[in-house]
């Protein structure tokens, strides 16, 4: 009689397929764990818990998944002034405050330090810059849709608009005196004064800074 096979049985352990947001979970957490917004392939290969080749084929791109993950392109070289200014612009709104150099290493930042440091050499220089973009005036023709309805600027105030006029307001709330810098995550809108249905224009002096909760209770009056 022919002996027996006596192979044993064994479980197959299959692993579900990883999902998007487990992938870009995981970019972001290798980021945090290196201290930069720029997480590299090879950096991931490193500490990541998936291959690189399974973000890059799921996503497209490494560049894209990186854009998904909130986080910077490592490779990226000669990111333009306006970029990085709109970087700091947002840390600004954010914080309430002047951002600090730490702060380029977390989110809400997109870029780390590093490009400002090739760019501006220094930090202070960086921020010195900026104001100067910020403070700059606007130059843009109103859309047609504007001239025929009798206004000279458009609804939505540009980024450095909005900038400005939130820098005057000290970042607070003009109706309830909030900020972002008492209250991390707060945000803050840039309403008019005069709404703009009614004929108020999108100027500084018809533009004040509220809270979310209190432009939300904003009727549309005089």
């Not at 998007?20 to 090879?42: H, P, W």
């Not at 000279?152 to 900020?179: E, H, I, Y």
């Amino acid at each position: 009689m022919a002996e027996m096979n006596n192979s044993k049985f064994q479980l197959e352990r299959v692993r579900a397929p990883v999902t998007n947001e487990e992938l870009i979970s995981d970019l972001q957490r290798v980021a945090k764990l290196a201290g930069t917004n720029a997480v590299s392939f090879r950096l991931y290969s490193e500490f990541g818990n998936y291959h690189p080749s399974t973000v890059a084929l799921r996503f497209g791109t490494w560049n894209h998944a990186l854009r998904t993950a909130g986080l910077e392109i490592a490779s990226e070289r000669d990111i333009t002034d306006e970029r990085l200014f709109e970087n700091l612009m947002r840390l600004w709104e954010y914080y309430g405050r002047q951002p600090r150099f730490r702060e380029l290493a977390q989110q809400p930042s997109v870029i780390s330090a590093g490009p400002y440091q090739r760019r501006f050499r220094s930090w202070m220089n960086a921020l010195e810059q900026f104001v100067m973009y910020a403070n700059a005036q606007d130059v843009r023709p109103p859309a047609p849709v504007e001239v025929a309805s009798g206004h000279k600027t458009g609804r939505n105030p540009s980024d450095r608009l909005r900038f400005r006029v939130m820098k005057q307001d000290n970042f607070s709330c003009r109706a309830c005196g909030a900020s972002p810098a008492l209250r991390l995550g707060l945000t803050l809108h840039v309403d008019h004064i005069k709404a703009w249905s009614l004929g108020g224009e999108t100027v500084e002096e018809n533009l004040q800074t509220l809270c979310e909760p209190c432009n939300l209770g904003k009727s549309n009056v005089l």
